[in-house]
């Protein structure tokens, strides 16, 4: 299974560069993605809100989507525990390299946690992070 990082998800809900790539990854089967990827999104839809994007009503229709893409099960939801923390924790010393990111960190902690075969990403830090830790990047920027 493909992890799905916010910054690749947020294209198959907002029409941007690469959305129709993502989209085509997503039907070749189900992702995984956590809790924190939902709160993510809810973050980044609001801040597009704020920042008159997008307007409420369309806010609102892609939190629908995504609860119906979860619902439906094209996205499984694994939730984000100690472990997590940890293993994030972890990663940034082992990827001392790399300027990762608290977040970011996570998102590779959940799914090394639960053993994806791939990596979903729209942010070349992450994939760079992703690489080293010998996942399948697949890059939408």
């Known amino acids: 299974m493909i992890y799905a990082d916010t910054s690749a998800l947020v294209k198959r809900y907002l029409d941007e560069p690469f959305s129709a790539e993502f989209d085509a990854l997503l039907q070749q089967g189900a992702m995984a993605i956590t809790r924190l990827t939902v709160v993510e999104m809810r973050c980044a839809l609001a801040r597009r809100r704020r920042n008159r994007e997008i307007d409420s009503l369309r806010e609102s229709r892609i939190n629908a989507e995504l609860a119906a893409d979860i619902n439906d099960g094209a996205l499984r939801v694994g939730d984000v ?59 939408f920027y």
Not at 83 to 108: K, V
């Open 81 to 139: 525990g100690d472990a997590h923390f940890t293993a994030a924790y972890h990663l940034i010393g082992q990827l001392g390299h790399i300027s990762l990111r608290t977040l970011d960190a996570l998102h590779l902690a959940s799914a090394d946690q639960m053993a994806a075969a791939g990596f979903a990403t729209a942010d070349k830090t992450q994939a760079e992070a992703a690489v080293a830790l010998g996942l399948t990047v697949h890059r």
